[in-house]
């Protein structure tokens, strides 16, 4: 019931003519495929080239982040609707790397969900725990936690059109993948705090995604699982083959 989704998050990788080509074989292969929903989110300046290359594909633009103002004295930032106007339909919000290099909170973080929701734009909220959080037996109280507090702003009526994605933060960028034991074991905690916080069919609509080293040869025992539906690829989506290869994994 819930469409797999399979998200390309570039970070600050690629310059515009590389960009450009990433996102035609994506489009491309897109075009052969009606599974899964595909999504790429390149670095705001290559937003424009890469919404151009994707226009008639069915392929989903999505930024890395955004500002939660309307617009206003906020040097360097972008707002929620510069990215609905430049065509992004989704935005990640809450990566594990803004929290601990740029210092977000959650509460920070639960404002971007709401503008983002306001402008019409679907959240990827990520949430993760720490190294020493898990082998302390945090994890479940890190994540829901995280969850919780984003989700403050969040009316039931806009819930179902939130995405997640459960980013251990000791597999992002390392090769540690989590076992799909392990993000299975999350991913239906978080979806069971979505069903207290809201109501039995929101829970069932969001789509949670599990991100953090996944690549080719380990994607399909992760979307195997039944709460993970899809994923969120960092340094794997920069190369065509290896993407569509995870993609390939991703069919409901
Ligand atoms: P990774 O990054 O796939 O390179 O581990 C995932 C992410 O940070 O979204």
Known sequence: MRRPLVVGNWKMNLLRRDAVALARAVAEWARRHSQPELVLCPPFVYLEAVAEVLRDAPVGLGAQNVYPQAGGAYTGEISPAMLADVGCRYVIVGHSERRQLLGEQDEFIGR??????????????????????????????????????????????????????????????????????????????????????????????????????????????????????????????????????IAACAVA
Do not use: H
Not at 136 to 157: C, D, H, I, M
Not at 186 to 210: K, P
């Open 112 to 245: 971007k969900v709401v503008a983002a929701l306001e402008a019409g734009l679907q959240p990827i909220l990520c949430v993760g725990e720490l190294l020493k959080q898990r082998e302390r037996g945090e994890t479940q109280e890190v994540v829901r936690g995280q969850l919780v507090q984003a989700l403050q702003g969040v009316s039931e009526a806009a819930a179902s059109r939130l995405v997640l994605a459960y980013e251990p933060v000791w597999a992002i960028g390392t090769g540690r993948v989590a076992t799909a034991a392990q993000a299975q074991e999350v991913q239906a905690d978080l979806r069971s705090t979505l069903r207290m916080r809201y109501n039995a069919t929101a829970a069932e609509q969001v789509r949670i995604l599990y991100g953090g080293s996944v690549k080719a040869e380990n994607a399909a025992e992760l979307l195997a699982q039944p709460d993970v539906d899809g994923a969120l690829v960092g340094g794997a989506s920069l190369r065509a083959d290896e993407f569509l290869r």
